[in-house]
C-alpha cells in the first residue's frame, strides 16, 4: 500500500491516457469500464469520450460482446478507434485484442492501478506511436492535456512565440488531428515537460525566461528559417518589466516564504521564477508526480494528508498551488496553478508557458502577496 | 455509449456505487471513509467531494483513505492493505470508520466483512459496495445509510423530539435550501428537526435518532429505506420532499395529523406564501414549456401540478425549461426564474 492513502489528489493512468487520446480528432476514445470512472474522466478531460458501461454481469461472463457493440456503433465516425483497458477488464485477464481483431482499433493498458495521469498519458502515446513526417516542416508544440488549464493558453502562446521566430507549427501534441500526429516536424518544444510526445528532437522548454531564451537559441540552430532576435528582445522586455515590478513590491513588502505544490515540472518553473526575481524562500515544494529530472529541492505530495503536513510544517506566507491547498489553509494568500481550481471561474486561456506565462503568474503572485487579491490566478 | 440501454439494469448508466456510499459517509464529520480499491477511485470522489463542497461555500474536504490497491494487491489479495489503512485510521483517533469496497476489491474477492469483523475501539462499519459490481450510486447510498444505522441507539417509544430526516442528496447543489424549505415547514408547526441522517450528524447525534417522532425521508423511489427504516424502528414515516403548493399542504396536513397539532394557521400561511409566489412569476402565465428531463412516472403528477398552479402549459414541441423537482416555495422560485430567462431567450 502507498503510503500516500489520505485524500489522494492526483488522477490515475486511465484518466492520463483519456486526456492524451481525447486531443486528437479522428480518434474514437472508448472508456472500457464503468460509468462512474467515465463520467469523472469526461468531466476532467471535457472532450468526447465513450464507454462500454460495464456491470456486474460482463465481469462475470465477459465483456467482450459489448465492447464488440461500442467499436461498431463508432466505425465510421471515426478513423481510427482507442479502447483503453480499465481496471475489471484488466484484472480478469480477458484479452479481446485476440477476439475482436481489428487493423484500425489501438488497446492501451491502462488500470486505474498501474500508476498515475502521466504514466497514463505516456502509455497512450507508446500505443498510438505517433512519428515524424517525411520532409514536414515547422516546430510540434508538446505538454498539452486537457486536464491543465494553462495548456490551451500555453498552446496559444508557444504559436505566437514561434510565429514571432518566423517559424510555422507542425503538430500540437496533444490537440490535433491524427493525421498530424504521424506528420510531425522534426524539432519540439515543451510547454510542459512532465508529458513529452518523444516525437522529434526536443528544443527545449518554453517555462521561465531562461529556459525560453535556451530554446529559441536552440531552435535557432536547428532551424535555417528562425529569426529569433525578435522574441529575444521580448524576452528582455519582459524580464525588466518583472524586475521593475519586484523592486518595487520589495520596497514595501519582505520577500513571501513561499510553499509550491505543482506538478515537477511547473513547481521546478516557479520555484526557479520566484528565487530569481522575487528573492524568494521556497520553503516547500510538493511535487503531484514523481519528477522525470533532478530536483535541488522539493519531494513527493500527492495526498491532502502530505500536503497538509507540509503546509503546517513550513509555515508559508504565500501559497502556490490547487483549491485544494487553498481550502487547507484559507487564510493564506494564494496562486492557483495546479488542478484542479474550484470555487472560481476562470474563462481566459492563461498560459504559464512563453512571456506571457512569466509575466501572468508574476503579477498573480505580486498582488497576491502584497494583500491585493488572495484568489487571482 | 448508449449503445445498448437495458431498461432492467439502468443503474449501469448511474454514477459510481462508490461514490452513492461516501455521499453519505463522508457527511459523518468525526468519522474516517476508507476506499477499499486503487487511490484513483479516491482520487475521483476526494475531486468531487471538493467540488460539491466548493459550491456549497464550505471548503473542508472530508477525510477519505485509500487502501491505494497496486498490481501486487491485485495479485496477492489487498486484504492487508486493508488491515493498514484501518490501523492507520485508528491513529487519527476517529468516531466510527466506514471502510466502503470497489469494484477491483470485488473482482480480486476480497473480504471486507470479515476484515472489519474484529472489534476496535471504534465502529468499523463494512459497506459492501465492489464499485460498479453492486448496481450504482443510489445503490451506494442506500447501502450506505442501512450500513451506518448499527451507530443509531435504542428507540424511545413516543418519542417526540422531532423529526428525523433521512437520506438527504447531500451532493445536489441546493441541498441546504432545500433543508431550509423543510425546516421553515416544520417550524410553522413548531416541530424541531431532530437527526438529520446523514448530513454533517456526528455519530454522537446518531445516538439520538431512537428519540424522534416521525422519520421523513427526502426521496424513497423503491421504498427500500423506509421499509428498513420501519423494520428497525418503529417511528412513522413520510417519504418524500414537497414539490409544487398541494405537495407543501399536504405535508403540513399529515404532519399536524402525526404530532396532533392544529395546523390550520400554518396551512394559511403557507397558501398565502404561494400565492404571493405565483404573483412575482404572473409574467408567465401563457408560457408553454416541455420539461428536460423528462419527470419520472413519479414525478410526472407533482410536474403537471406544478406548471397548472402557475398558469404555465406543457407541451411537447414547446422549448424545453429545466426540471429538477424544486422542493418548496425556495426550490419553485430558483426554478421559475431560469423558467423567466429561458423565456427571454437566456
Request: charged share 50%; aromatic share 0%; hydrophobic share 25%.
Given at each position: 500500500m502507498d503510503t500516500e492513502c489520505g485524500n489522494p489528489v492526483w488522477p490515475c493512468a486511465m484518466a492520463g491516457a483519456a486526456a492524451c487520446l481525447s486531443g486528437f480528432d479522428g480518434l474514437g476514445v472508448i472508456l472500457h469500464g464503468s460509468s462512474g470512472c467515465y463520467y469523472f474522466t469526461r468531466s476532467l478531460v471535457q472532450a468526447p469520450l465513450y464507454c462500454t458501461y460495464l456491470g456486474g454481469e460482463e465481469a462475470i461472463f465477459g465483456t467482450e460482446e459489448r465492447l464488440r457493440a461500442t467499436i461498431n456503433a463508432l466505425k465510421g465516425r471515426y478513423e481510427m478507434i482507442a479502447v483503453l483497458l480499465m481496471c475489471v477488464p484488466s484484472i480478469i485477464g480477458e484479452d479481446c485484442r485476440e477476439t475482436l481483431p481489428c487493423s484500425d482499433v489501438i488497446w492501451v493498458d491502462v488500470p486505474g492501478y498501474a500508476g498515475q495521469l502521466e504514466e497514463g498519458y505516456a502509455s497512450a502515446l507508446e500505443a498510438l506511436a505517433p512519428r515524424v513526417g517525411e520532409g514536414v516542416s515547422g516546430v510540434n508544440i508538446d505538454g498539452i492535456a486537457g486536464t491543465d488549464r494553462f495548456s490551451r493558453g500555453n498552446a496559444r502562446e508557444a504559436e505566437r512565440l514561434l510565429r514571432k521566430a518566423g517559424l510555422s507549427v507542425a503538430t500540437r501534441f496533444c490537440d490535433t488531428t491524427l493525421h498530424a500526429a504521424y506528420h510531425a516536424g522534426a524539432v519540439t518544444v515543451e510547454t510542459n515537460p512532465d508529458i513529452q510526445s518523444g516525437v522529434g528532437t526536443s528544443a527545449g522548454s518554453l517555462l521561465g525566461l531562461e529556459n525560453l531564451k535556451a530554446t529559441m537559441r536552440h531552435l535557432e540552430s536547428c532551424c535555417s528559417t528562425a529569426d529569433i532576435d525578435p522574441v529575444l528582445r521580448e524576452i528582455e522586455a519582459t524580464e525588466e518589466a518583472v524586475v521593475r515590478a519586484c523592486d518595487r513590491f520589495l520596497q514595501h513588502n519582505d520577500p513571501p516564504a513561499t510553499a509550491i505544490f505543482s506538478t515537477a515540472s511547473y513547481a521546478h518553473f516557479m520555484a526557479g521564477l520566484l528565487a530569481t526575481y522575487l528573492d524568494a524562500d521556497i520553503v516547500a515544494v510538493g511535487t503531484r508526480n514523481e519528477p522525470g529530472f533532478p530536483m535541488a529541492f522539493g519531494r513527493r505530495a500527492a495526498s491532502l494528508d502530505t500536503i497538509g503536513a507540509m503546509i503546517e510544517e513550513s509555515s508559508p506566507a504565500l501559497l502556490i498551488g490547487s483549491s485544494y491547498e487553498h481550502a487547507l489553509a484559507p487564510g493564506i494568500p494564494f496562486v492557483g496553478m495546479t488542478y484542479p481550481l474550484r470555487g472560481q471561474y476562470m474563462l481566459q486561456h492563461r498560459a504559464l508557458a512563453g512571456t506571457e506565462g512569466v509575466l501572468g503568474i508574476m503579477e498573480a503572485v505580486l498582488n497576491a502577496a502584497g494583500g491585493r487579491s488572495c484568489h487571482r490566478i | 455509449m448508449n449503445s445498448k440501454i437495458s431498461l432492467s439494469n439502468t443503474c449501469r448508466y448511474e454514477g459510481c456505487t462508490v461514490t452513492g456510499a461516501l455521499a453519505v459517509t463522508a457527511f459523518v464529520p468525526d468519522g474516517i471513509s476508507i476506499v477499499h480499491g486503487p487511490s484513483g477511485c479516491t482520487q475521483h470522489n476526494v475531486s468531487l467531494l471538493h467540488s460539491t463542497l466548493m459550491q456549497h461555500e464550505k471548503p473542508s474536504i472530508p477525510r477519505i483513505m485509500t487502501t491505494a490497491l497496486g498490481e501486487r494487491e491485485i495479485i496477492f489479495g489487498g486484504e492487508s492493505a486493508l488491515e493498514k489503512a484501518i490501523g492507520i485510521a485508528l491513529e487519527r483517533s476517529p468516531h466510527a470508520i466506514f471502510v466502503i469496497s470497489t469494484c477491483v476489491a470485488g473482482t480480486i474477492g476480497d473480504d471486507i466483512n470479515a476484515v472489519c469483523a474484529p472489534e476496535r475501539d471504534v465502529p468499523v462499519i463494512p459497506i459492501d459496495c465492489a464499485g460498479f459490481l453492486n448496481g450504482g450510486f443510489r445503490q451506494g447510498f442506500v447501502s450506505a445509510l442501512i450500513g451506518l444505522s448499527t451507530l443509531i441507539g435504542p428507540c424511545a417509544p413516543g418519542g417526540d423530539a422531532g423529526v428525523n430526516i433521512i437520506g438527504e442528496r447531500n451532493l445536489e447543489v441546493d441541498a441546504e435550501q432545500n433543508f431550509a424549505e423543510v425546516e421553515r415547514i416544520l417550524a410553522s408547526l413548531d416541530i424541531p428537526v431532530n437527526v438529520r441522517y446523514v448530513r454533517n450528524a456526528a455519530t454522537a447525534d446518531m445516538k439520538r435518532f431512537g428519540n424522534a417522532g416521525l422519520n421523513l425521508f427526502r426521496e424513497d423511489p423503491g421504498g427500500l429505506l423506509s421499509r428498513f427504516f420501519a423494520q428497525n424502528f418503529s417511528l412513522p414515516a413520510i417519504c418524500g420532499y414537497p414539490t409544487g403548493p398541494q405537495a407543501a399542504l399536504d405535508l403540513i396536513s399529515r404532519l399536524g395529523a402525526i404530532y396532533k397539532t392544529d395546523c390550520r394557521e400554518a396551512l394559511r400561511e403557507e397558501e398565502a406564501a404561494w400565492e404571493a409566489l405565483a404573483d412575482d412569476f404572473?409574467?408567465?402565465?401563457g408560457l408553454a414549456v416541455s420539461l428536460a428531463p423528462d419527470p419520472s412516472p413519479a414525478d410526472g403528477r407533482a410536474a403537471r401540478d406544478f406548471t397548472e398552479y402557475f398558469g404555465i402549459a406543457l407541451s411537447r414541441n414547446a422549448p424545453a425549461v429545466p426540471w429538477s423537482d424544486p422542493v418548496g416555495i425556495g426550490g419553485a422560485r430558483r426554478l421559475l426564474r431560469q423558467w423567466r430567462r429561458r423565456a427571454h431567450g437566456y
Open positions: - | 404572473s409574467d408567465l402565465r
